[in-house]
C-alpha cells in the first residue's frame, strides 16, 4: 500500500471534499475536530490513498468515530445507498472461482483489500445505522462470521420499515443493487 500516492492535485482535492463532508455532517464526528484529522490524514499518505479509492467508488467516506486508545480516525462509507462503483460484486474469491457462468467482475473481499480498508461486520453495519439510515434501496455485502461462509453463505444488511435488516446470501450471488461498504483506520 506505501507505493500508493496520490498527485498534488488528487490530494488537495480530496482532502476539500472530505472536509466539506465533515463540515455538512458535523453531527456525525462530534468532539473530533478537522485540523485534527486533516494532520493526520497528512501525515498517513497510503491511507490517503484508501479514501481516494473509497470515494472514486462512490464511498463518500466520513468520520465517525475516534479509537483512543491508538488515536485514529475510522472513517466509514457513508453513502446513502450502497457504493455504486463496487456493485454487482459476489462475497469473495472462492465464491468468483466456483461460478461456472455468469461470473461477476469482481467479489467484495479482495476488492475491499485491493482498496486497503476492511468491509464492516455486522457490528459495525449497525453502528453506521445510527448516522443513517442507510441501503433504503440496496444492500451492502458484511463481513461474515467464519462459520457462515463455511457453509456456502455471507450475511448482507440493508434498511427497511425504520430498522436495520441483515440476512444470509449464498456467496456466489451477486446483484446490481448490493455492493459493500468499508472502513479505514487513520
Known amino acids: 500500500m506505501t507505493s500508493f500516492k496520490l498527485s498534488a492535485e ?3 482535492n480530496l482532502l476539500d471534499i472530505l472536509q466539506k463532508r465533515f463540515e455538512k455532517n458535523k453531527k456525525r464526528s462530534k468532539d473530533i475536530h478537522w485540523i485534527d484529522v486533516e494532520a493526520r490524514l497528512i501525515s498517513q499518505e497510503a491511507k490517503l490513498w484508501s479514501l ?5 467508488t462512490g464511498g463518500e467516506p466520513d468520520v465517525l468515530d475516534f ?9 466509514f462509507d457513508c453513502s446513502p445507498e450502497s457504493p455504486a462503483g463496487r456493485r454487482s460484486y459476489c462475497y469473495d474469491r472462492e465464491a468468483l472461482d466456483a461460478r461456472k457462468e455468469n461470473k461477476p467482475a469482481h467479489n467484495a473481499m479482495e476488492a475491499a483489500a485491493e482498496m ?20 433504503q434501496k440496496t444492500s ?25 435488516f ?6 456466489q450471488s451477486y446483484y446490481a443493487g448490493r ?8
Not at 479509537?67 to 472513517?75: L, P, Y
Not at 486497503?116 to 441501503?135: A, K
Not at 462470521?145 to 455471507?154: D, E, Q
Open 116 to 135: 486497503g480498508i476492511e468491509m464492516l461486520n455486522e457490528e459495525q453495519y449497525r453502528f453506521l445505522q445510527q448516522f443513517g439510515p442507510f441501503d
Open 67 to 75: 479509537d483512543a486508545a491508538t488515536g485514529e480516525f475510522i472513517f
Open 10 to 12: 488528487q490530494r488537495n
Open 52 to 56: 481516494h479509492k473509497m470515494e472514486e
Open 179 to 186: 455492493a459493500f461498504r468499508g472502513f479505514v483506520k487513520i
Open 140 to 164: 451492502s455485502w458484511l463481513k461474515s462470521p467464519n462459520n457462515i461462509r463455511k457453509l456456502g453463505g455471507a450475511i448482507f444488511g440493508d434498511y427497511r420499515y425504520g430498522q436495520v
Open 166 to 171: 441483515i440476512y444470509h446470501n449464498g456467496v
